[in-house]
């Protein structure tokens, strides 16, 4: 547990809701980890849930849809190395770019809808492991705002992972098709 968590617990017990805490002056820090793993972190580190999602809306190609097919228990728990490295994202380019890029903006959705009062503060650890809604739902005692942002920012992930999904297939058509290293370059540019 991190010390924000505890401390965003400690304020909650002490006052009993989150308005008699912040009424009284106190303030609840967002970036604690399980703010992390309820908004951001959706199937592991890059949200790679969303790209589990956008594997099995788009892509044709056979091993990414049995790598998906095999991340997808573990993904919905959180865990995402099963995708990570059996696509591979790690030495992958075209999946690199999303994994990269999906962070910040979820982070940015969160932090909006944290300000304007739409998703309450962390006010509970459930367990990181949590599938997707559910821990964000739990982490902030029962709130379905909270639930309805986590699975929105899922589908802002999966929509950022499609395009990519969609190069990815052009790209092994050009490989399979034997074409010259400049029709394969041709074939990433989006």
């Known amino acids: 547990m991190t010390p924000w968590a505890l401390e965003n617990i400690s304020i909650y017990q002490q006052y009993g809701s989150?308005?008699?805490?912040?009424?009284?002056?106190?303030?609840?820090h967002i970036w604690?980890?399980?703010?992390?793993?309820s908004y951001i972190f959706l199937g592991g580190s890059g949200a790679t849930l969303g790209l589990i999602i956008a594997i099995f809306?788009?892509?044709?190609?056979?091993?990414?849809?049995?790598?998906?097919?095999?991340?997808?228990?573990?993904?919905?728990?959180?865990?995402?190395e099963p995708i990570l490295f059996g696509l591979p994202i790690i030495m992958n380019?075209?999946?690199?770019?999303?994994?990269?890029?999906?962070?910040?903006?979820?982070?940015a959705i969160t932090l909006v809808a944290y300000y304007l009062g739409i998703i309450p503060p962390i006010t509970n650890i459930a367990p990181w492991t949590m599938p997707t809604g559910l821990g964000a739902f739990f982490n902030t005692n029962g709130s379905v705002a909270a639930l309805l942002v986590?699975?929105?920012?899922?589908?802002?992930?999966?929509?950022?992972?499609?395009?990519f999904v969609v190069v990815a297939n052009k790209a092994q058509n050009a490989i399979e098709q034997e074409e010259s290293e400049e029709d394969i370059a041709n074939a990433l540019k989006f």
């Open 18 to 28: 989150v308005d008699a805490a912040l009424e009284a002056g106190k303030t609840f």
């Open 32 to 37: 604690a980890k399980p703010m992390l793993d």
């Open 57 to 80: 809306l788009a892509s044709r190609r056979a091993d990414y849809r049995q790598v998906a097919k095999l991340a997808l228990p573990s993904g919905i728990f959180q865990i995402n």
């Open 93 to 107: 380019p075209v999946m690199f770019i999303p994994f990269i890029l999906v962070q910040p903006i979820l982070a």
């Open 150 to 163: 986590a699975l929105f920012n899922l589908a802002v992930a999966t929509l950022i992972y499609l395009p």
